[in-house]
């Protein structure tokens, strides 16, 4: 015996009805909250491969790996930058860092650090607490708009608390 389901079948739709429905463009999504440090991760990540010619497509290095960088940052800044547990556990890096930092003028870092910064300020292991995310995440939009100004790249499609499409 086969026992019918309690529950009305669904009809299915029509084909002319799924062909219009898939012509018309999908709506366009909400940004969230997590859309800013991602679009930074990704800027870094392309920021930094963009200084490496690529051999498989011969595209030339837009810019030296090694060339330094100077970007102002005040002191409550810098203490974020140490606050975040990626820089805090390094050995070697964050000595550095205090030692430039108290010199109080602009830092001067080499590409590849600046990046490990960037990395450090919007990654997972980021404070997730609103108010310092957000002031971790407008520090990264700071150096991201500096290195762009400096560097012949594009800048990042979240910097400064703005969208570009905005």
Known sequence: MQEKSPRKQAK??????????????????????????????????EM???GYPSLRK?????????????????????????????????KKFRPRLEAVAETGQAAELSIDEWGRIMLALCGRRANREPGVRKHLLMLAGKIATSLSEALPIDGPPWAGGRWKDE
């Open 12 to 45: 299915p739709f029509s084909v002319t009805k799924i062909k219009e429905e898939l012509k018309s463009p999908f709506p366009t999504r909400k940004r969230t909250a997590a859309d800013v440090p991602i679009a930074l991760i990704l800027w870094t990540g």
């Open 48 to 50: 930094l491969k963009a």
């Open 58 to 90: 011969g595209i030339p290095a837009a810019y030296d790996p090694m060339s330094t960088v100077t970007i102002p940052l005040t002191a409550d800044e810098w203490q974020a930058i140490f606050s975040q547990p990626d820089i805090a556990k390094t």
